[in-house]
């Protein structure tokens, strides 16, 4: 038994320094990937998203928004460029559905501190109008972990709590993967969210359960492309610069 042990040893070792030996020989061309050549995009700056982006929201108006009626979103557009939640107007959701994308937005929680909890500038941020990304004002402000700002509500908390002091303008940069669904309506592939909060990693490919439910369970009902909705959850928030990639 020991020599049989001992000859595989051997033969895996030959073999292995074989393969050393003809890759040293190959040309180093021959693992050069030279097709499909990336898009040439230019990156984003705090003043401008990159090239091939959605611009959803630039100060401008809200002509990508409508509320769930599928009328005007009634949300309020500030002289400096923000918009600002309008308290009993509703959530806002893009015209246009997504699936799998890169998203960008700014938000800022009341300078005022009011209320506490789950009370003070919550908002939030739903990919495909069913996945929530929290918004909140987490400053030296206590609440549930799965529903603290950067937490995919009531499923995971963020890594890390990344705020600005409260009042402070703060970044969300979410990739998500959108879930899958067969013809019968099972589910195939998970939903999956990556976040980083003012650049940090707070959210790491993080697995979608279901949706984001206030109360009960996440659930997994088949759905396609839908839109971004943002909260009216009866707080001032405000939001600027929001852009999205598709993937
Ligand atoms: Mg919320």
């Known amino acids: ?13 030959i073999s292995c320094s074989t393969t050393a030996q003809q890759e ?5 061309e021959l693992t050069e990937v030279w097709e ?27 002509e990508a928004w409508k509320n769930a009626e599928g009328g005007p979103a009634g949300w309020k557009i500030n002289s400096d460029g923000t918009m600002t939640v309008v308290k009993g107007s509703g959530p806002i959701f893009t015209k246009e559905k997504f699936g799998s994308c890169q998203l960008h937005i700014e938000w800022k929680t009341p300078d ?30 206590r609440t549930y972990s799965n529903g603290q700002a950067g937490a995919i509500y009531k499923q995971y908390p963020p890594l890390v709590n990344a ?8 970044t969300y940069d979410i990739i998500f993967t959108a879930p899958e669904f067969n013809a019968d309506g099972m589910k195939t592939r998970s939903g999956y969210i990556t976040v980083l909060h003012n650049g940090v990693l707070i959210q790491n490919h993080s697995e979608l359960q279901g949706t984001s439910e ?11 492309d839908d839109g971004i909705q943002l909260q009216d959850h009866g707080n001032p928030t405000s939001f600027r610069n929001i852009w999205i990639r598709k993937l």
Request: charged share 15%; with cysteine; proline share 9%.
């Open 214 to 224: 206030y109360i009960g369970l996440p659930k997994n009902i088949a759905h396609g």
């Open 163 to 170: 705020m600005n002091p409260t009042g402070s303008w703060q």
């Open 36 to 62: 499909p050549e990336p898009k040439v995009v230019t990156g984003a700056t705090a003043q401008k998203p990159p090239s091939d982006a959605i611009v959803l929201f630039n100060g401008s108006g809200l």
């Open 112 to 141: 005022e501190i009011e209320g506490e909890g789950q009370g003070r500038g919550n908002s939030g941020v739903f990919l495909q109008n069913r996945y929530e990304v929290q918004i909140l004002d987490s400053y030296q402000n």
């Open 1 to 13: 038994m020991k020599e049989i042990i001992t000859l595989c040893i051997c033969c895996l070792l």
């Open 24 to 28: 040293q020989k190959w040309p180093p």
